[in-house]
């Protein structure tokens, strides 16, 4: 009998890591490796979009990102908004939604102000839904929901013998989006670094030794034929 592959994850999320490493590597400055890395960037929209992947969650800046000198801090929001000016166009094309999750207010003005019109212009699109994690660290998210759901209940609009997980799962960034089925991380780092820890509770995990800028759209596509062929079992035989 032919095996059966299961079906593509729906939410992939990755922590892009080595770009610094891939610069160094080349005698470079470390803004030229995330330069390039906002080349992968690309690729894994594209192989996502091949695939049929529904979501696609990055880890652009975190909290912690904030600590860096601050040339390449500065270096970081421009390209940011460079790429939001320079691609904006490009996501319109292929259909991508573009969404964004994180202490936004922090972000340089420059780079707000892009981000902010290209949500609001590709709204509609249908073909993937891809998460920028800007500023964000998942403890500082779980206290923020934390937040809500107090408020909520100060203002008598929830019930606290309603709150179960995915109650709670309401007050997250991420309310509304399916959880990530599949977390990839590059540079053959085995950390998970403050990023969607509620959402990935049941992900599958695919760490690949290339670094952010050489990862391309064939190794996207293999972490997602690695995940199809394992068996998830959510806890149960
Ligand atoms: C980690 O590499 C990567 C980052 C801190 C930033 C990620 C940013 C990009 C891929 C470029 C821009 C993305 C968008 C969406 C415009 P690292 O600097 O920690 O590498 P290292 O561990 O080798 O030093």
Request: contains cysteine.
């Amino acid at each position: 009998m032919p095996t059966q592959k299961k079906s593509p994850p729906k939410h992939i999320a990755i922590i892009m890591d080595g770009n610094g490493r891939w610069a160094k590597s080349r005698g470079l400055q470390r803004w030229e490796g995330h330069q390039a890395g906002a080349e992968s960037v690309k690729a894994v929209t594209e192989g996502c979009i091949e695939a049929k992947v529904e979501y696609l969650t990055l880890y652009a800046f975190s909290n912690e990102n904030w600590n860096r000198p601050k040339d390449e801090v500065d270096a970081l929001m421009k390209l940011l908004e460079r790429f939001l000016k320079k691609k904006s166009k490009e996501l319109k094309e292929n259909n991508i939604r573009l969404q964004a999750i994180g202490n936004l207010q922090d972000l340089s003005p420059g780079a707000l102000k892009a981000l902010e019109k290209t949500i609001e212009e590709t709204q509609d699109n249908t073909a993937l839904t891809l998460i920028l994690a800007l500023s964000y660290g998942a403890r500082e998210e779980i206290v923020h929901g934390v937040k809500g759901v107090l408020s909520d209940i100060n203002d008598g609009k929830l019930d606290p013998s309603k709150i179960d997980t995915e109650k709670f799962s309401e007050y997250l960034y991420t309310a509304r989006t399916p959880d990530p089925d599949l977390l990839i991380r590059t540079s053959g780092e085995k950390r998970l670094s403050n990023f969607l820890l509620w959402q990935i509770s049941y992900a599958e995990l695919f760490i690949s030794d290339k670094l952010w800028p050489d990862f391309s759209k064939e190794d996207l596509l293999e972490a997602i034929e690695d995940f199809s062929d394992r068996e998830r079992r959510y806890g149960e035989v």
